[in-house]
């Protein structure tokens, strides 16, 4: 059999698993340039299959969820490339709980709401800013706009799911972030703040009646960073100090960090490689699957 028409009916399997369930899980992956992903797929290991098992991927364009096929399916900015999407999918889907992708990205964006885009403007929270900020309720004039657009990804998704006939129900949130906010001390000093309030907003916006679990990875593992990252040994205390098991004021209940030491890193030393990403993914898994089995 040729490796093409072996693709082609894995591709087959994943649709037909897909379209036989009633309830779909549903997992939203949100982030900056580690989450859209400079990985090569070229480089992965030839044990990763072209088509991941039982597993969907929103293509927005098209407006509908299709097979994850690598080299097919464009889940980064550019083809050939792709993010941590590729791991958690491996390490998350199964025949009995095939699972549905959505992933939003926006290279070298804050989450702060005193950043809009790569500028710090400080002070209280403002319209027309670029950045993740979620705002304080819904509809808040403040939100930022990165945050609308990726809300309003997820929400066309999961609307999309509801008109096919499936019940999705979100299981939770995947976050790769934080770089941007790392150059200022006060987004890098209050970043667990700002990770509950985009947890806990994204979830009221999509009307879930639970806390989203939530697993985000620790930003810029290497040691010296670049002399733009001023606040990187506060950023990554927030985040260690923001996962459940930290017994700090702010753990953040049904949220797990994953470190990203010892992750295979481009020559940048800020995004990771193809193998780098293939773990951060699957390491992702393993937390999500954590915090579902607590």
Excluded at 3 to 32: K, S
Excluded at 155 to 183: N, R, Y
Excluded at 187 to 209: H, N, V
Excluded at 220 to 232: C, G, I, N, Q, S
């Amino acid at each position: 059999m040729s490796t093409r028409i072996a693709t082609l009916l894995i591709a087959l399997c994943v649709t037909t698993t897909f379209a036989a369930a009633a309830e779909v899980d549903v997992y939203l992956l949100g982030g900056q340039s580690n989450m859209q992903g400079i990985g090569k797929l070229a480089n992965l290991p030839a044990d990763v299959p072209k088509a991941i098992p039982h597993t969907q991927f929103w293509n927005s364009r098209a407006g509908r969820f299709e097979p994850l096929v690598l080299g097919q399916t464009q889940t980064s900015s550019r083809a050939g490339e792709f993010g941590p999407e590729v791991g958690f999918a491996l390490g998350m889907a199964t025949a009995d709980r095939p699972i549905c992708l959505v992933k939003y990205h926006a290279s070298g964006q804050p989450l702060h709401h005193g950043w809009s885009g790569n500028k710090w403007v400080g002070g209280e929270p403002g319209p027309a800013r670029t950045n993740f900020y979620p705002g304080e309720k819904p509809d808040d004039p403040c939100a930022g706009r990165l945050y609308r657009s990726m809300l309003a990804k997820y929400c066309a998704a999961i609307a999309h799911l509801k008109s096919q006939g499936h019940t999705p129900v979100v299981k939770g949130f995947v976050w790769m972030q934080g770089e941007q906010d790392s150059k200022h001390e006060v987004s890098a000093t209050s970043y667990a703040t700002s990770l509950r309030r985009l947890r806990d907003r994204l979830g009221q916006d999509l009307g879930l009646g639970e806390p989203l679990p939530i697993v985000f990875g620790q930003v810029l593992p290497y040691e010296p960073a670049m002399d733009r990252f001023t606040h990187r040994k506060e950023i990554r205390a927030q985040m260690a100090a923001a996962d459940e098991a930290s017994g700090e004021a702010d753990a953040i209940d049904d949220a797990k960090m994953v470190s990203t030491d010892g992750l295979g890193l481009l020559p940048d030393t800020v995004h990771y490689n193809a193998a780098g990403q293939l773990r951060l993914g699957r390491e992702f898994a393993e937390a999500m699957q954590e915090i579902q089995d607590d």
